[in-house]
């Protein structure tokens, strides 16, 4: 598979899983609970904290029912699906509805067409035991270890982008460039290949992708670190939601 095919198939799977029915274009709300029951909006019940890790709805229709949500469960109550978010031991009930007007309105992602020139040789080099603040789009402030840095050169101008590693064990980096918010979303999110033994890696711009947060503001996506917002344009990648009428 040549090199626009791959891209192409690529930005299809991205288009299928942002439309889908459970997709992030149907995430409704997020709603920080505590250990007093409490009604949540579009959803039958009342919904506490366990205290214990967990989330616990109760009065669940006629008969009084009660559950508890952990981690990674989910529940579906008629078309909407309940689901567990954990920020670092805070929880919160995300609420999936597909017939969320954002949702049925997704029709596209639109994107740059790829280009082999946005991949882009890089000297990745690892930083062992260094820390780095991120803030997240409510203004949250949290730390993460930070896998390395990658040097390399845009039109000719160096420049290095702080790279960690995702819960699944990828290189990621969040990033801004010049075209945010006239041509392209606010910030990208971009996988890494992970460097070959001698410290060389490949950035694929053609790989920028929108966060979650593009297609619901429940999402509470980590902004980028000052290092990795650069001025120069990146026209590359994907570049904003397409909806329907």
Do not use: K
Not at 6 to 35: C, F, K, M, Q
Not at 95 to 104: A, D, G
Not at 166 to 187: H, I, M
Not at 216 to 235: E, G, K, M, V
């Amino acid at each position: 598979m040549g090199f626009d095919d791959d891209w192409r198939v690529w930005h299809a799977s991205r288009v299928r899983y942002a439309g889908a029915e459970y997709g992030p274009a149907a995430l409704e709300s997020t709603n920080w609970l505590i250990t007093e029951p409490a009604a949540v909006e579009g959803v039958p019940g009342l919904w506490a904290l366990t205290g214990d890790g967990g989330i616990r709805g109760s009065d669940l229709g006629a008969s009084g029912s009660i559950v508890t949500l952990r981690a990674a469960e989910s529940l579906r109550l008629g078309r909407r699906e309940l689901r567990v978010f954990d920020r670092r031991g805070s929880l919160a009930l995300r609420v999936f509805n597909p017939r969320r007007p954002q949702r049925e309105r997704f029709s596209a992602i639109d994107a740059y067409p790829p280009r082999e020139g946005w991949r882009i040789r890089a000297e990745f080099e690892p930083t062992p035991g260094e820390r780095i603040a991120i803030t997240a789009v409510d203004g949250v402030v949290t730390e993460s270890e930070l896998a390395g840095r990658l040097r390399f050169r845009l039109d000719g101008i160096p420049l290095s982008l702080d790279v960690t590693r995702s819960s699944q064990g990828g290189l990621t980096a969040v990033f801004a460039d010049g075209t945010n918010g006239v041509e392209t979303y606010r910030f990208r999110f971009l996988p890494i290949e992970e460097p070959d033994a001698d410290g060389t890696a490949v950035i694929d711009f053609n790989r920028a992708y929108l966060p979650p947060c593009a297609f619901s503001d429940q999402f509470l996506c980590p902004q980028p670190p000052d290092a990795n917002r650069f001025s120069l344009p990146i026209r590359a990648g994907e570049r904003a939601v397409v909806l329907g009428g």
